[in-house]
C-alpha cells in the first residue's frame, strides 16, 4: 500500500507512481484522440455541419446520460472502497486479537511452561503470515524460526492451512485444559479469541471470492465505451478541434474510476493500493514475541 502525506496535495498533480490510470490510459487515450481528431474533419470539412443541425439533439442526449453515468460510477466506486475498507478492519480485528490472545496466555501461563509458551509465540503470528499467503492465492510456505515443532511439520500445503493452523492452536489450549494449566473459564475466553480468527479468515474469503458482478461490470465499461465514442459527433461543431483533448480528458475520467474501483475491489491483492498484509503480519509477529516472553 502506499504511504503519504494526505496534507501536500500540490505535488501530486506532478507525481507519477506504478499505480498511475494515466499509464495504463495512455494507448487507449492516444486512439481516443485520433478517432475524434477523425471525426472532426469528417464533419467540419466534409460534412460542412452548422451549430444548429444536429447538435442540440446530442448534446441533449449527452446531459441526461453523464447524469446516469455519474450515478454509476459512484455507486462502482463506493462498492469497491467498501470492500476494501471492510478488508482492512479484518485485518485490524486480526491484529487486535492476535494481540488479545497473546495477552491473556501470557498470563495464564507460568514462565516454567516454556514448552508452551513457545508454541503459541511462534503459531499465533503464523496465522497472520499463512492467511497472507493464502489470500494472495500463492503457495504457502511456513516460514518459521529455527526451532520448529512437531504438531507444525505435519500440516499438509495443500489443504486449507488456516483453518489447519487454527485447530493446532485450539488442541494445545484444549491440551492445556486438560492438564490443569488453565481453567474452564480461562478456556471458554481462549475460545472466543480462538473462533474471532476464523471468523476473520471467512470474512476475507467472502470479499476476494464475491467480486463485483460480471454483467455489472460489463455494461458500465460498454457505457463509458460507447457515451465516449459519440462525444466528438456533438463537439467537433461547437468546439472544433478543441474537441480532441476534452474527449481525451473526459475518457481519462470516467475509465481512471472505473480502473481504480478494480483494483481496489480487491484488497488482497499485489496491486500498489492493496492492503499490506505482510507488514501487519510481521508486526503481530513482533508484538506477540514481545508479549509472550
Not at 488479545?100 to 508452551?116: D, P, Q, V
Not at 504438531?151 to 486449507?160: G, V, Y
Not at 488482497?268 to 514475541?289: C, Q, R, Y
Amino acid at each position: 500500500m502506499i504511504t503519504y502525506n494526505p496534507k501536500d496535495w500540490f505535488t501530486f498533480i506532478f507525481r507519477f507512481h506504478k499505480a498511475d490510470t494515466l499509464r495504463k490510459l495512455s494507448p487507449l487515450i492516444f486512439g481516443i484522440c485520433i478517432y475524434c481528431w477523425i471525426i472532426v474533419i469528417f464533419e467540419l470539412h466534409f460534412l460542412k455541419l452548422s451549430e444548429g443541425s444536429y447538435v442540440k439533439q446530442i448534446t441533449s442526449m449527452h446531459t441526461l446520460l453523464s447524469f446516469v453515468i455519474s450515478m454509476l460510477l459512484v455507486f462502482r466506486t463506493n462498492t469497491a472502497y467498501d470492500r476494501w475498507w471492510e478488508g482492512r478492519k479484518m485485518w485490524g480485528s486480526l491484529v487486535n486479537n492476535s494481540r488479545n490472545l497473546a495477552i491473556k496466555l501470557h498470563s495464564m501461563l507460568h514462565f516454567e511452561e516454556e514448552t508452551h509458551r513457545s508454541f503459541f509465540r511462534k503459531s499465533i503470528p503464523m496465522y497472520a503470515s499463512v492467511l497472507a499467503h493464502h489470500l494472495h492465492a500463492e503457495s504457502t510456505r511456513l516460514a518459521l524460526d529455527e526451532t520448529e515443532h512437531p504438531e507444525l511439520k505435519n500440516i499438509d500445503t495443500s489443504r486449507h492451512i488456516p483453518n489447519q493452523v487454527a485447530s493446532l492452536l485450539f488442541q494445545r489450549v484444549n491440551r492445556l485444559y486438560e492438564e490443569g494449566k488453565i481453567k474452564g473459564d480461562q478456556l471458554i475466553v481462549l475460545n472466543n479469541e480462538l473462533q474471532s480468527f476464523t471468523d476473520i479468515c471467512g470474512a476475507c474469503e467472502r470479499i476476494k471470492n464475491t467480486p463485483i458482478p460480471f454483467s455489472y461490470s460489463v455494461f458500465i465499461k460498454k457505457f463509458i465505451f460507447f457515451y465516449v465514442m459519440t462525444l466528438p459527433f456533438s463537439f467537433a461543431i461547437s468546439l472544433g478541434y478543441l474537441a480532441i483533448p476534452v474527449v481525451g480528458f473526459i475518457f481519462y475520467v470516467l475509465a481512471s474510476l472505473e480502473l481504480i474501483a478494480e483494483e481496489i475491489e480487491d484488497p488482497f491483492g499485489g496491486d500498489e493500493n492493496d492492503l499490506p498484509m505482510t507488514k501487519m503480519a510481521s508486526n503481530i509477529k513482533k508484538h506477540v514475541a514481545e508479549i509472550i516472553q
